[in-house]
């Protein structure tokens, strides 16, 4: 096969005609990167096929090793790691060696590629398997996957045409690429291998019910070496692609060794496989429709929530809630139509749908959002008999949630404190379903030798804060809107006081053992607005002018909020994390609050001033002696300033004030 570029200018030789060289079957790349020991890699979606991406990256000349070597050094001798693009013609992966903290020397070899990945540098031809018809009605189809099966890559998209032949090549250069850019068999073994603790994939728990995970268990790691075909779907390598990423979250070079001897760094790695599964699989409608595409959507959200993005988080399971529509999987009626790509996928379709609709109230309740639907069905009688006890608590919360964001979205009314009520008992009753040793914090140390018991053991931790904090935003409202003179709402402050405590003392728990910040990060934004409702709940009760409820326990939940402060704090230096920084000075500005004590001293008065979510109105500005404000999803903002012991409700004013919103992004 001949190479797509270009013969080097008449001048570099001294023969008027050059002269092609023999070469070996299967060699593609140019002499700079054969010198510098690294894959060309060409851009299948564009017409430059006369230079390969490292040397428009170093402003090298490309030369073929078809025509004789020239000086074709780069004008910096540097080493540059070009991000993966998708826009020529031939497909090489690019590998530079990564040697982490320990600055321990590469090779600069690259890795051997074992005879079953020989196809890597060769072309295919082979067409993608026809997708197994899954549809109730065969007779039906969904509109946005059957344009899929023709479509062609123009400008970075995939566009339906009316050239099957062509657009089938366009798939399959597309599968080849994202194929072409997984790691090395030697990286995804160095992968596997790294865990200190023994661990599994948790991503079965988006698919598959807690009863069939409970008596086969979770896949474990290496299931990550069943690398697919390069002649796939490109969902297919695009799914393998996101759950590499997804388990790269929880690996660190300094705490696992094994990682440092990778070609690239493991949150390099992590970042490019998914932006790339992301940017041409998961945003692209066209190729989308399948079980496994809505899978990767599903994926990528729960991946775009670990690495702190919620508002991405919450479009890509929109995303996902539009596709499982699209395929009617919220239907009872069992009418949904969808493909599936490979028959060995197992999955349950009314459990994606349920964790869909539970993961967009969850986000919801944190980014102040209104719900995606008001489906309540997954806490049927005939849905919570066939469920596990976990399970059934998961149920009854997503309801409890949908039911909450009701009641915040909608104008206040006397029915509000009723409707509180009821879900409180509600919450009461789901609790009462498990038995009391289950709502004890689990030891996750004990646990750690066995993955599978670690993994469920997080797993319930996880569902105990999601409880708590739903206790916490079910009173929150009422807690801050108490005046001085009335007592009618102690419940609902005893009752967030309470939540917000063993919000945070499972967290302490869960960072104490796991430090890594891609890991379960969601709770990290639980644990902020866990500290900041009981601060605000001992500031409120301090401005009381009856009894003060949490005098006593002042020191003791300052001292537990001082050491959140500390677990993020470490986050931030492990992992320079730029979300546990901005969390930790929050809570250290809090923090900086003193209450005045009986004998007088420390002394420093405090004025709240509070303004409602949709007023329309902005705060008095703050002057010198302010200490900041915090903006509460649905409440509004509470302002804390050192202008006197008083609680008040701002007029409309034509000033802005700047406010300290939950770090979130």
């Not at 995804?188 to 069939?212: D, F, G, N």
């Amino acid at each position: 096969m001949s190479s797509p570029r270009a013969a080097p200018p008449r001048d570099a030789y001294v023969q008027s005609e050059a002269k092609r060289r023999k070469l070996r079957k299967g060699t593609h790349s140019c002499w700079e990167c054969k010198r510098r020991k690294m894959k060309c890699l060409f851009d299948p979606l564009t017409n430059v096929t006369t230079i390969c991406n490292g040397c428009r990256h170093r402003g090298s000349q490309c030369v073929s090793q078809e025509f004789p070597e020239v000086a074709s050094f780069s004008t910096d001798n540097t080493l540059t790691r070009p991000s993966p693009t998708f826009r020529g013609e031939g497909v090489m992966r690019v590998e530079t060696p990564y040697t982490g903290h320990d600055s321990t020397p590469s090779n600069g070899s690259t890795p051997t590629t074992p005879p079953s990945e020989d196809g890597r540098r060769s072309d295919y031809c082979i067409s993608i398997p026809t997708p197994v018809s899954m549809t109730a009605e065969r007779s039906q189809h969904l509109a946005f996957y059957t344009s899929s099966e023709h479509c062609t890559v123009e400008n970075d998209t995939l566009q339906s045409t009316t050239h099957p032949p062509a657009d089938q090549g366009k798939i399959e250069r597309l599968s080849r690429f994202l194929y072409e850019s997984l790691p090395s068999r030697e990286d995804m073994e160095k992968i596997c291998r790294a865990s200190r603790q023994h661990s599994v994939l948790a991503h079965e728990i988006m698919i598959m019910p807690y009863t069939t995970l409970d008596q086969k268990g979770l896949k474990t790691p290496e299931s990550l070496l069943e690398i697919p075909e390069p002649h796939l779907h490109p969902v297919l390598i695009s799914r393998h692609m996101l759950l590499l990423a997804s388990f790269l979250q929880h690996l660190h070079s300094d705490l696992h060794k094994e990682v440092r001897g990778l070609s690239e760094s493991p949150r390099a790695i992590m970042e490019r496989l998914a932006d790339l599964a992301i940017r041409l699989v998961t945003t692209n409608d066209e190729l989308l429709g399948s079980i496994e595409g809505l899978q990767c959507v599903m994926i990528e959200s729960v991946y775009q929530a670990n690495i702190g993005s919620l508002r991405r988080s919450w479009l890509a399971n929109r995303r996902a809630m539009s596709i499982a529509q699209l395929m009617g999987l919220n239907r009872s009626d069992h009418q949904a139509q969808y493909k599936v790509l490979d028959p060995e996928t197992e999955y349950h379709p009314q459990l994606m749908w349920f964790r869909i609709v539970f993961l967009d109230r969850y986000l919801c309740l944190m980014l102040g959002l209104s719900q995606g639907c008001l489906d309540r069905s997954m806490a049927s009688d005939a849905m919570l008999a066939s469920d596990t006890p976990m399970g059934r608590l998961e149920r009854i919360h997503c309801v409890v949630a949908s039911r909450i964001l009701e009641r915040n979205e909608s104008k206040a009314s006397s029915h509000d404190l009723a409707l509180t009520r009821t879900l409180d008992v509600e919450l009461q009753r789901a609790a009462r379903s498990l038995p009391s040793k289950w709502w004890l914090a689990p030891n996750l140390d004990i646990a750690s030798t066995d993955s599978q018991a670690l993994f469920w053991s997080t797993r319930r931790l996880f569902a105990q804060m999601l409880h708590y904090n739903l206790l916490n935003q079910l009173h929150l409202p009422y807690m801050l809107r108490s005046s001085s003179a009335e007592r009618k709402n102690e419940y609902s402050l005893i009752a967030c006081v309470n939540a917000s405590r063993e919000v945070l003392s499972r967290f302490i728990t869960l960072r104490s053992f796991n430090g890594i910040a891609y890991s379960c990060r969601t709770v990290d934004f639980l644990a902020l607005m866990a500290a900041m409702t009981l601060l605000l709940a001992h500031l409120d009760s301090h401005l009381s002018e009856t009894e003060n409820l949490l005098a006593h326990q002042y020191h003791s939940d300052r001292a537990m909020i001082e050491k959140v402060q500390e677990n993020m704090k470490e986050v931030n230096r492990l992992n320079s994390d730029a979300l546990s920084a901005q969390s930790a000075d929050l809570l250290g500005r809090l923090l900086t609050i003193e209450i005045e004590t009986p004998d007088g001293y420390p002394r420093c008065a405090m004025m709240v001033s509070v303004q409602e979510a949709g007023t329309g109105t902005a705060l008095h500005d703050q002057d010198d002696d302010a200490i900041g404000s915090v903006y509460i999803p649905y409440f509004g903002i509470i302002k804390i300033a050192r202008e006197g012991i008083s609680k008040e409700i701002p007029k409309p004013q034509a000033t802005t004030a700047t406010t300290h919103r939950p770090a979130q992004s």
